[in-house]
């Protein structure tokens, strides 16, 4: 199975940005997506961003187009969300997550549906 190991969450100033990191280990074959969700007190699970490990495609929801970028490291095996222009909406906690998939793509929502996750990592935005 494979693990992860978040990094990077922290308080900001509304307009900055953070970078968040996420280890990966365990992957038994190129085709997974990793993706980034979040979770903000009393909302339902939101799916950020994620990313095929085998060809790269990337995609994005759309309250955060413009404003984060998904990138893999693959030597490092490690995939980062570099969210800039943050603003208070952006709290939440933020969970990266895995998946085996068939083949090179994404799903046709970003709002995926994980097998692995990690601990998540709290990202607060206030002034």
């Known amino acids: 199975q494979v693990q992860l190991v978040e990094s990077g969450g922290g308080s900001v100033q509304p307009g900055g940005s953070l970078r968040l990191s996420c280890a990966a280990s365990?992957?038994?074959?190129?085709?997974?997506?990793i993706g980034w969700f979040r979770q903000a007190p009393g909302k339902e699970r939101e799916g950020v961003s994620c990313?095929?490990?085998?060809?790269?495609?990337?995609a994005y929801a759309d309250s955060v187009k413009g404003r984060f970028t998904i990138s893999i490291n693959h030597a490092k095996n490690t995939v980062y969300l570099q969210m800039n222009s943050l603003n208070p909406e952006d709290t939440a906690v933020y969970y990266c997550?895995?998946?085996?998939?068939?083949?090179?793509?994404?799903?046709?929502?970003?709002?995926?549906?994980?097998?692995?996750w990690g601990q998540g990592t709290q990202v607060t935005v206030s002034s």
């Open positions: 365990g992957f038994t074959t190129n085709y997974y997506v």
């Open positions: 990313i095929s490990r085998s060809d790269g495609s990337t």
């Open positions: 997550g895995a998946v085996r998939v068939v083949g090179p793509g994404l799903p046709p929502t970003v709002d995926y549906v994980y097998a692995s």
